[in-house]
């Protein structure tokens, strides 16, 4: 069983470009958690996804962030018009069960980490 | 989600056991305590996690105080690939939505 897997690992955009995350979860995992890094931090909730469903967005800046977990295909983190402030580490995590249940742990994958130049 | 209160850094030889204390005064009686280490350019990896009693996994042990305000991580015996940051995070059991919610950990340095 692979574990969650993202890509590109590394991903390099100019300044205004569009910036595509992608997040494949464990298989049987419906649930997926995106997170940001930024260089010497820690990790920032982003947004935690159901298929099909976003259930919790509270961290998600209010412009040109988007996300999305189809029925079928990985769960895919949209930046548009990139800017400087958005270079971080992005990680993505997936869960058998909600993180508030008994015995559920978390698989993060090993990120994307995105360079705006 | 309870906040947590953990050293910035601690450092430890290697071989020798280690613990990495964490505080969370607020949490409530359906908080789990979860633990979480991210080495250097990784994700975040599972620890350990539990609720009221003492738990232990092939990783690590967790000793949780009695009345859950407070609980410690313990390697047994430190190495070099222990070197990482180490976050203590409390969780809601409601079953409503929930994430696990970081802050800044404990920068472990282990030693020769």
């Known amino acids: 069983n692979a574990g969650v897997m993202q890509n590109p690992r590394h991903l390099v955009r100019r300044r205004g470009q569009e910036a595509r995350l992608r997040c494949s979860p464990m298989?049987?995992?419906?649930?997926v958690y995106w997170y940001r890094q930024l260089p010497e931090e820690g990790l920032k909730f982003m947004v935690y996804?159901?298929?099909?469903?976003?259930?919790?967005e509270s961290g998600m800046p209010k412009e040109r962030f988007s996300a999305e977990f189809p029925k079928e295909g990985p769960s895919i983190l949209r930046i548009q018009q990139v800017v400087r402030g958005d270079s971080a580490a992005y990680f993505c995590?997936?869960?058998?069960?909600?993180?508030?249940?008994?015995?559920?742990?978390?698989?993060f994958g090993q990120g994307t980490r995105l360079t705006v130049v | 989600d309870a906040k947590t209160t953990q050293p910035n850094s601690m450092e430890s030889n290697e071989e020798e056991p280690v613990h990495l204390p964490c505080n969370h005064s607020?949490?409530?009686?359906?908080?789990?305590i979860h633990w979480y280490r991210q080495l250097p350019s990784q994700g975040p990896e599972y620890v350990i996690h539990?609720?009221?009693s003492n738990v232990n996994n092939r990783m690590a042990s967790l000793a949780i105080a009695e009345d859950r305000k407070s609980s410690t991580l313990i390697l047994h015996r430190a190495t070099l690939r222990d070197a990482a940051v180490y976050y203590c995070i409390t969780t809601e059991s409601t079953g409503t939505a929930s994430k696990l919610t970081f802050g800044t950990g404990t920068r472990l340095q282990v030693t020769l």
């Open positions: 539990g609720l009221t």
């Open positions: 298989k049987g995992h419906s649930h």
């Open positions: 995590a997936s869960s058998v069960l909600q993180f508030g249940q008994m015995n559920t742990e978390a698989f």
């Open positions: 996804l159901q298929k099909e469903n976003i259930i919790d």
């Open positions: 607020t949490i409530s009686g359906t908080d789990y």
